[in-house]
Each structure stands twice: as C-alpha cells, then as structure tokens.
C-alpha cells in the first residue's frame, strides 16, 4: 500500500489514452505520400514514446534506434514531419479511445481531493484535442505539455514544474505512466511511480524499471493506496 499523495500527475499516450491506431494511420498515409512502404500497427505502438518527430525518424528509419544518416535522409525527414503533422492534426482522436478503467479511476480521483494534472511529452496542438474530444479535459487542474518546458521527460523538469505550479512538494507526489521515461522523471523528482502494464515501452515490461507498482486497469488505483489516513 501506498500513502495518499496530495497530487496526482498522469501521462496521456500509453497510459490515458490508446492512441496508436491514430499514429499509425497518420504514418501509413505520410509513407504514401513519400512513395515508401507502409510501416503498420505493430511496428508504430513499437516505436512510440518520445514525441512525433522521433516516431517520425523511426518510421522513417523503419527502426527503433538510431540516427538519420546524412543530408538526404535529413531531407527527407524535413519534407515527412510537417506532412505527418497535418495528417495527425485532422486524426487526433479518430481511431483513438480511452484505456478500459480510465474514467472510473478519473471519478474516483476527483472525488478523492487530491490535484490532478496532466503532464505529457505531447506536443499541445495535440494533447489538448485530444482529451477534448475523449471527454476528460474538465478531469485535470492543469495540463502540461511537451512543447511547454525546455526539457522533457525523462528529464523530471515537467514534474517538478507541475509541483510547483499546484503547491504540493514532490515527496506528497504521484506520477501515473506507463515507460521507462516516467519512472525515470519520476525518480528523478522524488515522486512514486505507479505505471499501466498495458502501455508503451518499446516492448520491454516496465517491471523491469522497478515502478513502485503496476496496475492492470487505472481504477486499480483505489485500492493500493491508503486514501484513509
């Protein structure tokens, strides 16, 4: 069991919100109109995890590391990301739903008095319609997003900037996410971690990262803590 934090801060793709079949549509189209081959489903929830233009390189790259190799495939690069932006900017949340458990767990939140922020290496010309058109804007006290801080999660910048901005100090903080990237921001800024067995961590089990916990289902959540103190 854990103690009751005063805030909770949640990640949106991989953790809210499944929101692959949108990205991988959005990709799919953007390697048509490049005249390169389609990448599919499976490879694009692989890939996801560090923003669209790094999703955008690995689609590219039709691999999870590394770099792009010289000036045409820097070109390349800069002629796909805008195209892939207006795609994803028209498909948000199309192919997009809530995780099962999510909408509870939100309720169950609001209720339960703590602070609920959002905080996600998403860019906000996404983020925001996003969970607009999913219903659960009206959920968070705040919303931060990647292209709101000079340094993203991992970095624990972003959680630390949502502390401060909520009034609760990190040590009465909680980071809800589903990678490798959260527990690390998470540890980073002395907050506890609990991470979503379901989400996005370019295939590797995030127990392995040692997450304070790992629920099935959000709404989990209300009974692993100790609410009453």
């Known amino acids: 069991m854990l103690a009751r934090p005063q805030m909770v801060l949640i990640d949106v793709d991989g953790t809210l919100v499944d929101s692959v079949p949108d990205l991988a549509w959005c990709i799919d189209a953007m390697m048509r109109e490049l005249a390169l081959p389609e990448r599919g489903e499976d490879a694009v929830r692989h890939w996801v995890g560090n923003g669209v233009e790094r999703l955008v390189q690995r689609a590219l790259m039709n691999q999870l590391d590394g770099d792009l190799a010289g000036d ?3 070109a390349l690069y800069e002629k796909a990301l805008p195209i892939f932006r207006a795609l994803y900017a028209n498909n948000t949340s199309k192919r ?3 995780y099962p458990g999510v909408k509870p767990a939100l309720d169950f939140l609001q209720t339960s008095g703590v602070k609920i922020g959002c905080v996600t290496n998403k860019a906000s010309e996404f ?3 996003i969970l ?9 006290d705040m919303v931060l997003c990647g292209d709101m ?3 993203k999660k991992p970095d624990p910048m972003p959680l630390l900037q949502s502390a ?15 990678s490798m990237s959260d527990v690390k921001a998470a540890r980073a800024a002395g907050f506890a971690i609990i991470c979503m067995s379901y989400g996005y961590n370019h295939g590797e089990d995030i127990r392995d990262y040692h997450p304070d916990a790992v629920l099935d289902a959000m709404d989990e959540i209300k009974h692993i803590i100790r609410w009453s103190q």
């Open 164 to 178: 401060e901005a909520l009034g609760v100090k990190p040590e009465a903080s909680l980071m809800l996410g589903d």
């Open 149 to 151: 801080v000079e340094r």
């Open 127 to 129: 983020t925001l319609p």
């Open 72 to 74: 045409d495939e820097q």
């Open 96 to 98: 997009s739903v809530l």
């Open 132 to 140: 607009s058109e999913l219903g659960i804007n009206d959920y968070f």
